[in-house]
């Protein structure tokens, strides 16, 4: 896709170490645009180095939103992004200049393009309960309960997906309406043909190298700093800044559990494991995006 005027709203997907950021931010310079942050990792501020969140020096060359701006201890949802999202693309939309949304949570651009179901909080003990249902019978048995209360959902969730198989089954206990339903009801936030969407999908062995190069130089870039600087502060482990891929392995090192270099073995095995994840999301979700797989055609979109 080269389109000869630039899109009000640019999507721009991808696995972690894709390019994603150097593609926006050369885009945002050309077009003269914005660049609004799609990533739920990138949004904390104490993640910079661990969500190889753009530079100060690339953060100055054109105006960046979304990113670093929520604590560690403050637990953002989707829709709490989504609606700063809208507040950010409108006021871009404003100043008459195009905005380029990169990041690589795939939930954030469905919920763009496709709306997000005003689903009620389910309480904790429906939680704790169909969780142990799952462990409890297992996953066929489990399927086979689903799909008498959610047969869209059980049909189109992949197997051994058991986050989302409890998901929607929690759902129906919670609400006594099944989770296809709810997001059925959705309407999209960007109006079709506001936006246009490409997604970077490298070779897997190329992708595979470039993570495990990045993982050598956020420690050289102060990423242990930055792991004992949050593991100081005792914060619940569930929080979704705990859970950035690289921030446990190199927590054990710092405890003296494991050698800096099996630590940083480890967070490069987690790493590629979160890109392939990344990787099954755009092929099974945006499968009609336009992609782009090398650096020369990367180099080529304008």
Request: with cysteine.
């Amino acid at each position: 896709m080269n389109p000869s005027v630039p899109p009000s709203v640019l999507l721009i997907a991808g696995p972690t170490a894709s390019g994603k950021s150097a593609l926006a931010l050369r885009l945002a310079e050309s077009w003269g645009g914005e660049i609004v942050n799609a990533d739920a990792l990138q949004l904390y501020a104490d993640l910079r180095v661990l969500s190889a969140r753009p530079s100060p020096e690339e953060e100055a060359r054109v105006p960046h939103h979304l990113f670093g701006l929520a604590d560690a201890a403050d637990g953002w949802s989707t829709g709490r992004w989504l609606r700063a999202a809208v507040e950010v693309l409108d006021e871009i939309k404003g100043r008459g200049r195009p905005a380029m949304m990169v990041g690589g949570t795939g939930l954030y651009f469905k919920a763009l393009t496709e709306g997000l179901a005003d689903i009620p909080a389910v309480p904790a003990a429906v939680r704790g309960a169909v969780s142990a249902r799952y462990d409890g019978i297992g996953e066929i048995a489990f399927r086979d309960e689903l799909a008498a209360r959610d047969l869209a959902a059980e049909a189109r969730i992949a197997q051994g997906d058991r986050q989302r198989l409890v998901r929607a089954y929690e759902v129906h206990e919670a609400t006594g309406k099944a989770l296809s339903d709810w997001q059925g009801e959705t309407t999209p936030v960007l109006a079709s043909g506001s936006w246009r969407g490409v997604a970077l999908e490298p070779p897997r062995d190329l992708l595979y190298a470039r993570c495990d190069a990045r993982m050598g130089r956020m420690v050289e870039d102060g990423a242990l700093a930055e792991v004992a600087a949050l593991t100081a502060r005792g914060l619940d482990p569930a929080l979704p800044a705990m859970k950035a891929v690289g921030l446990r392995e190199l927590a054990s090192h710092l405890a003296g559990e494991r050698s800096l270099e099996d630590a940083m073995d480890l967070a490069r095995q987690e790493t590629r494991r979160y890109a392939k994840r990344q990787l099954t999301w755009l092929r099974n979700q945006m499968a009609g995006w336009p992609k782009i797989r090398t650096d020369d055609e990367a180099q080529r979109f304008s």
